[in-house]
């Protein structure tokens, strides 16, 4: 049996990228670590070690003499996640397509469910929830690096996911397409879910070079 020992530090960085993750600190924001610390309960030190791990995962950049802040959204950074997620992730879910077994297929089947839970309750934790769908497609494949820098990817793509499904009717579209992943992963039928998912996450990056440039124009 194996013991997994989470310390402060560890706990505080969950905590503190799901508040990013979530949108409830907006990009380019300073993070006060005296309040923070304090609603916290805890220390300085830990959530300084915490907030350097974050800007090590590319969610906060530090400015000397200033702290830390929140990245904002970049469609630099858009095009360079979402670039790298199609060279890897449409064949990484075609393995993994192979290799699911009943419980990874019910695991799967479970996370649109949530996903699709979320999205109708407009909930904050959508892009979350996202993560998790697209992560239970590519576990099974059994490449641990690949799934190492998948789920790097995801998580800077998350607050991205946000933004995209800020229109309206974005998020039905959003949801065909998952079904359509997940009937194509269930099937085993790998060349569609390779072009379903490159499609996807092309779609995406489409939508999200519009909405970026949108914001970059009015805030000129």
Known sequence: MSLVVRTLSDRLVDIVRDRILAGTVQGNTAIRQDAL??????SKIPLREALARLEQEGLVRSQANHGFFVRELTAEE???????RLKIEP?????AAERADDADRAQAVAALAALDRETEAR???VGAANRAFHI??????????????????????ERYVSKHLE?????????????????AWLARDTDRVMR?????????LVDL????????????
């Open 37 to 42: 610390a304090a609603e916290l309960g805890v």
């Open 78 to 84: 858009a095009e360079d996640v979402y670039a790298l």
């Open 91 to 95: 064949e990484a879910v075609a393995l």
């Open 123 to 125: 909930d904050i934790h």
């Open 136 to 157: 239970a497609l590519i576990r099974p494949a059994g490449r641990a690096i690949t799934l190492q820098l998948l789920e790097r990817l995801h998580v800077l793509s």
């Open 167 to 183: 229109p309206i009717g974005r998020d039905r579209r959003a949801n065909d397409e998952h079904a359509m992943l997940l009937e």
């Open 196 to 204: 379903d998912m490159h499609e996807h996450i092309g779609h995406t």
């Open 209 to 220: 070079r519009r909405q970026l440039a949108a914001a970059t124009q009015s805030a000129a």
